[in-house]
């Protein structure tokens, strides 16, 4: 059994916060940002949204562009590190899609995740075990960053992204894909837990707390994103026995302009053919790559059966990449 990917969706909020905004809460302004990020603006959610609504705003899209029904859906996969419930929200997706046929779980791979969503959904169709499989990459990292500490605060916004992955059977439309892990890394990026002691009676004491805002060393990340992800898009388009040349469009996760051109130029990928929206968003962590596909698919630019190449890095730290050809 192949696998084709045959619709997408992308949901933003409509609350927006523009560069000249942020220099009025921290020391920063317009240029500083854009010269440095390639960032203009970012959505927020507004206190009474949820990443389940933003989810499944996404997702209905997706399932309307497949031509199907939600009932029509075997499995939901959800990517995020900011789910509204600890426990996890792709069975409050479920729920909200009415999607009642369908299994779904969430998968935690920070701005890795939709590639590894991705990734997941296609050996569950390879298999057999499912046939129709929605993979959203969601995030509201607003909630967790320090909105006083600008080397952060510049850079992440809210989102998410959906599509609708299907099982085919006289070609495989996922080419190829390459996934990785640092764990000794694991502090260049992190919301960390940081809890009190509590003691619950003599000789028995617990830890209770909540998670601190985004921490980052933006150097390390840098090196680590130039570094590894043309490596890793090498890797997967090797073992979908293609080159560079047969990339038609380029989209990694959009969290720097210059990690996005540095890795472009290692790969010599002309400019025209790289995919982004990062100064209208910023960093939507494992929403970026879904959002700038749908955008890209509803512009008109990336057409039926063109090669896209794919890549998400970030957190753990963790990376990989996805070459598939888009439509059925």
């Not at 920070?110 to 057999?128: E, M, N």
């Not at 952060?152 to 916004?157: E, I, K, M, N, S």
């Not at 990785?180 to 707390?209: C, F, M, P, R, V």
Request: with cysteine; hydrophobic share 40%; glycine share 8%.
């Amino acid at each position: 059994m192949g696998v084709s990917i045959i619709g997408c969706g992308s949901a933003t909020p409509t609350q927006v916060m523009t560069n000249d905004n942020l220099s009025h809460l921290v020391e920063t302004s317009d240029e500083w940002i854009r010269t440095r990020t390639g960032i203009q603006k970012r959505h927020l959610a507004t206190t009474d949204s949820s990443l389940s609504e933003l989810c499944t705003q996404a997702a209905q899209e997706a399932i309307a562009m497949a031509r199907l029904a939600p009932g029509d859906i075997d499995l939901i996969i959800l990517a995020t590190s900011t789910a509204d419930d600890l426990f996890g929200s792709a069975a409050k997706v479920q729920h909200l899609l009415e999607a009642n046929n369908a299994v779904a779980f969430d998968l935690t791979a920070a701005c890795s995740g939709f590639v590894f969503g991705l990734i997941t959904a296609s050996q569950f169709i390879r298999t057999g075990v499912y046939e129709t499989v929605l993979v959203i990459g969601a995030d509201i990292l607003s909630r967790w960053v320090d909105w006083s500490d600008r080397t952060t605060c510049v850079l992440f916004g809210d989102g998410a992204g959906a599509v609708v992955c299907q099982g085919i059977t006289d070609h495989d439309n996922l080419l190829g894909f390459a996934m990785y892990s640092d764990g000794q890394q694991h502090d260049a990026l992190n919301i960390g837990y940081h809890g009190i002691e509590k003691q619950l009676k003599d000789g028995l004491t617990i830890n209770q707390g909540t998670y601190k805002p985004i921490t980052m060393k933006g150097r390390d990340v840098y090196r680590f994103a130039v570094e590894k992800v043309p490596e890793v898009i090498e890797k997967a388009l090797f073992k979908a026995q293609l080159t560079t040349d047969d990339i038609d469009w380029l989209i990694l996760h959009q969290a720097n302009q210059r990690i996005i051109d540095a890795v472009a130029k290692r790969l010599k990928i002309p400019s025209h053919k790289v995919i982004t929206n990062l100064d209208e968003y910023g960093n939507t962590s494992a929403a970026s790559i879904p959002l700038a596909l749908d955008e890209a698919v509803r512009q008109g630019k990336i057409k039926s059966g063109d090669v896209v190449a794919t890549s998400g890095f970030g957190a753990g730290l963790s990376w990989g990449a996805a070459i598939f050809r888009w439509g059925i």
